[in-house]
Every structure is written in structure tokens, then in C-alpha cells.
């Protein structure tokens, strides 16, 4: 039976002053303070037969209507939650909240076990959106931008993710038409190292910022859409070291790069692919993921590996209840309704131990499911 436990935390709002605070969304669904909680039982979620049902049901506090889009990271010892919306975010951890007003958080990630979110902040003189990172510790705080300054001109949201103590971080390049990773102490917001992406393709007018995974050298693999001078979109994964040099070429499956996860350093990409089904992309090739039908959106995707296979759990906006699909190894893609109520699954992560953490809303609220 699924459980329920309402976080009751104080996230209060700390304004910035800023000459812009629009900046480009913030993908919907691939980081503390002190406390304790206590968790009551609640009526079981609706779910499908399947390899994965709901096991627990957090309410994370906040309002549906105040939330546009989430993030999740998890590991072994826990997990953070970034709740998109409005003018600001607030990064939820098992111990706590920290809320933010005049920034826009991008992604979260966990580093050494402590939350630290991406942020874009805009600036008194420049009047493009500032690359920063948010310590996610005590009711408020503020975001620091990175040394030297790193601006995003075009407002992507920038991503985050761990290798061992630093943080990596994935944004667009200042002309706006390239990408860059960028080594990151999270503690003093010093740039450590940076790279332009080789994106191998000629003449890029633009490009989106899918995905960014640890690699199992201590390095990245970043997940890109990049639009040709024919104005098609063709997707690409670059793969980098702990030094941030590039390890091989830049490649891409057919189709539409919709999302990207990593598992025990396997990067898996999932591509939309020209017949409209939805593939994902690892060691072994392309494996159909399932598809909701036309109009649906892919907000994120997950995956696990054991000696049983890899089972890949899959968020999808624009469905009655909020949804995910779970493909098991050697199964065909179950269709998994994590409540009974309105609202979507806006984002996804993998724990390690073969539980999921779905962020998102359902019922005028903002809740976290554990699959398991």
C-alpha cells in the first residue's frame, strides 16, 4: 500500500532586484537543512499490473498552480526535488526547502549528498541571464555566479550533473548557436574548467540543451538537438573525460533527441524517431519505448540496470492522470497512473537501489511518488 506525508516546511521568498527575470522555460521534467518528518498511511494510488507500482506518495507543500516544471536527483542516501514556477524555485531535500524569488533555477544535483541547483539570474548591466549555482541550505539563500561570468543569451536552462565532488554543468555557448560544459566547485562557484562542444554539424543556427549524464571515467556525456541550415533537427551526444576532453566523436541516432539518462555510466538516449515512436538508445541499440499518442510530450526518463536487465521508467505530460510508462526487461511498455486525480509526472530519477522518484502534481498539489 502506498503511503502519504504532507513535507510541511517554511519556504520563504527572497526577492532579487533584476532588470529581466524572462528567460527561456525551464524543461518539465537529467541535487539542506536540518529536520525530521513523519509519514501517515493513505489510500493506495492507482496503478497498472506491472514490473513498477507506487510504494509511497509525498506532498511536497506547494501549490499545483505555483509549479511549471521539476527536476530530481536521487542517490543511495537521498534525494532533491527542484519545483519550477513563477518567478523563483524551491529545492526540497528529506530535511528541508530552500526558496528562491528573481532567479530562475534550471536543474538540481546532488554532490557529496548536499543539493546544489543551476541557476540563471539576471544581471544589473549585462542584460543577459547570469550562470550560477544555488547551495541549497537553510530556508533561503542566494544564488553565486560563476568566476569568471558565464552568460546565457538566449535563456536555455542549463543542467546539471555530478562527478564525484565537482559539478558539471551543461549551457549554451555566448553566441547562442553552440554548447559548452563547464567544471564547477559548487562551493565557491569557481569555473575549474571548460569546453566548447564539437557538435559536427556545419553551420548550426541554434541548439537545445537535452541532457547531461555522469560517465563512468568521472566524466559527462551531454545530450543536444541542433538545428541545421536546413532548419532539421538532429540529435547528439558528446561524451567527455574528467578533464573535460572529448572522447570521440560527437554521434547521434536518427531522430529527435527527447531525453537522456545515465545508468552505472551508461549514457541512454531516448529519441523520438521518424515513424513517431519513441526509442531508446543504449549499448544494445534501439528499443521501443512505448508512445502515449499524438500531442504527448516526454518530460523525462530514468533507468536501471541489474542482472535481471534494465527497466526504463518514462514521464509523459498532456494525459488525463498524471503518467509514466515502465518497459521491463524483455516486456512490452506498461502504462503506470500515479494518482487518480488531475495533473502530470514532470520529472523522473533512478535511486540506485531499482526504486524511481517521480516528481509532479496531482489533486491541486505538488507530490513525489517512490516506485518500487
Keep these: 500500500m502506498a503511503t502519504r506525508v504532507r513535507l510541511l516546511l517554511p519556504v520563504a521568498g527572497l526577492t532579487l532586484v533584476a ?3 524572462s528567460f527561456a522555460d525551464a524543461p518539465a521534467g537529467t541535487a539542506s537543512s536540518s529536520g525530521t518528518g513523519t509519514r501517515t498511511p493513505t489510500a493506495t494510488s492507482t496503478t497498472a499490473d506491472g514490473p513498477l507500482a507506487v510504494t509511497d506518495e509525498v506532498d511536497l507543500g506547494r501549490s499545483a498552480a505555483d509549479v511549471t516544471g521539476a527536476r530530481v536527483a536521487a ?3 537521498g534525494y532533491a526535488v527542484l519545483l519550477q514556477g513563477g518567478a523563483g524555485g524551491t529545492v526540497l531535500t528529506p530535511d528541508g526547502a530552500t526558496g528562491v524569488t528573481g532567479t530562475v533555477l534550471t536543474d538540481v544535483a546532488l554532490v557529496d549528498g548536499d543539493p546544489v541547483a543551476a541557476a540563471l539570474t539576471a544581471g544589473a548591466v549585462d542584460p543577459d541571464p547570469a550562470v550560477g549555482v544555488l547551495l541549497a541550505a537553510g530556508s533561503t539563500a542566494l544564488p553565486t555566479d560563476l568566476a569568471p561570468a558565464v552568460v546565457a543569451p538566449r535563456g536555455l536552462p542549463v543542467l546539471a550533473a555530478t562527478g564525484g565532488d565537482q559539478l558539471f554543468l551543461l549551457a549554451e555557448t555566448p553566441d547562442g548557436v553552440g554548447a559548452q560544459v563547464l567544471a564547477v566547485d559548487p562551493a565557491t562557484a569557481e569555473v575549474l574548467a ?3 562542444l ?8 541554434a541548439v537545445e540543451l537535452v541532457g547531461l549524464v555522469p560517465a563512468g571515467d568521472g566524466g559527462v556525456v551531454a545530450g543536444l538537438g541542433v538545428t541545421t541550415p536546413d532548419e532539421d533537427v538532429v540529435a547528439r551526444l558528446v561524451e567527455l573525460d574528467a578533464d573535460l576532453e572529448p572522447v570521440g566523436r560527437a554521434t547521434g541516432p536518427e531522430g529527435r533527441l527527447v531525453g537522456l539518462t545515465g545508468d552505472d555510466g551508461t549514457a541512454r538516449a531516448l529519441v523520438e524517431a521518424p515513424d513517431g515512436t519513441l526509442q531508446l538508445f543504449g549499448p544494445q541499440g534501439g528499443r521501443e ?4 499518442g499524438a500531442g504527448s510530450r516526454v518530460a523525462g526518463v530514468a533507468a536501471y540496470s541489474s542482472s535481471a536487465g534494465t527497466v526504463v521508467v518514462t514521464a509523459f505530460l498532456d494525459q488525463p492522470r498524471p503518467t509514466v510508462v515502465v518497459t521491463a526487461p524483455d516486456g512490452d511498455p506498461t502504462t503506470l497512473e500515479l494518482c487518480d486525480g488531475d495533473g502530470d509526472a ?5 535511486a540506485g ?3 524511481f522518484l517521480v516528481a509532479g502534481t496531482c489533486d491541486g498539489e505538488s507530490r513525489l511518488w517512490t516506485l518500487g
Excluded: S
Excluded at 514532470?346 to 533512478?350: F, R, S
Design 19 to 21: 532588470g529581466c527575470t
Design 75 to 77: 542517490d543511495g542516501d
Design 198 to 205: 564539437d557538435l559536427e554539424v556545419d553551420g548550426a543556427t
Design 194 to 196: 571548460t569546453t566548447d
Design 346 to 350: 514532470l520529472a523522473v530519477a533512478a
Design 289 to 292: 519505448q512505448g508512445d502515449l
Design 353 to 355: 537501489d531499482g526504486t
